[in-house]
């Protein structure tokens, strides 16, 4: 079955750094979409990249769908506390309506 | 932004008996939802695929008789947790694609589901 690669599996960081994160797939997906989750929440969307090199910005985040259609990176930019979350990066495949796959999520950890 | 709603946030039940949760799209139709599961300090692994007007769609390993979906409208999609075990209790939460906004998955803020 399809897998995806998340990576790093967790992150310590100091407020006001850079931070950058990456998924990879052994199959190619149509869709790239990156993901928050707080404690005893669902998942809030961030990103949704749709085409293979593009390159989008979300406030202080930027993800990139890769040339291949097999990885994407999701950047954040100045790092603040409430950037504190576990982020999941997920591929979508078979249609527009598609199921996702979802990485295994990077814990992010800002300290003030 | 699209919204999904869950009901209930949380849930305690006996050995036994039956749960039912609730996914709801509050301001948009979904002919689709997914039905997704979570254990602790881990990723979101997919049930089922609740499609309305017909049967759903389970993963590999999901028992269809004992997590029963039900897709009554097009806001609606429920997952019925039948004869619920101890090992049952986990973080559940649904999803719905949002057609106007090119099918993007919105989720809702899951159900807490425990089980005595």
């Known amino acids: 079955g399809q897998q995806l690669n998340q990576s790093p599996q967790s992150m310590f960081i100091q407020e006001g750094e850079d931070v950058s994160m990456n998924c990879t797939s052994s199959?190619?997906?149509?869709?790239w979409l990156w993901y928050k989750q707080d404690p005893g929440e669902g998942p809030v969307l961030l990103i949704a990249?749709?085409?293979?090199?593009e390159l989008t910005s979300n406030g202080r985040l930027t993800a990139q769908f890769g040339i291949t259609r097999k990885d994407s990176f999701l950047n954040i930019s100045a790092s603040i506390p409430s950037d504190v979350g576990i982020y999941f990066c997920?591929?979508?495949?078979?249609?527009?309506?598609?199921?996702?796959?979802f990485g295994k999520g990077t814990k992010l950890s800002v300290k003030p | 932004g699209a919204v999904v709603s869950q009901h209930p946030s949380r849930v305690i039940c006996k050995s036994g008996t039956s749960v039912k949760i609730e996914c709801r799209s509050l301001?948009?139709?979904?002919?689709?939802m997914f039905w997704y599961r979570q254990f602790p300090k881990q990723s979101l692994m997919l049930m089922a695929t609740?499609?309305?007007?017909?049967?759903?769609?389970?993963e590999q390993g999901v028992e269809k008789d004992k997590f029963l979906i039900n897709h009554a409208s097009l806001t609606l999609s429920t997952l019925t947790v039948t004869s619920a075990h101890p090992e049952d209790s986990s973080f559940y939460i649904c999803?719905?694609?949002?057609?106007?906004?090119?099918?993007?998955?919105?989720f809702g803020p899951g159900t807490r589901l425990t089980v005595t």
């Open positions: 199959s190619i997906f149509n869709t």
């Open positions: 609740s499609n309305e007007g017909s049967k759903a769609t389970y």
């Open positions: 990249l749709y085409k293979a090199g």
């Open positions: 999803s719905a694609p949002r057609r106007e906004y090119a099918y993007e998955q919105y």
């Open positions: 997920a591929g979508q495949y078979g249609g527009s309506q598609g199921n996702l796959i």
């Open positions: 301001d948009f139709q979904a002919t689709t």
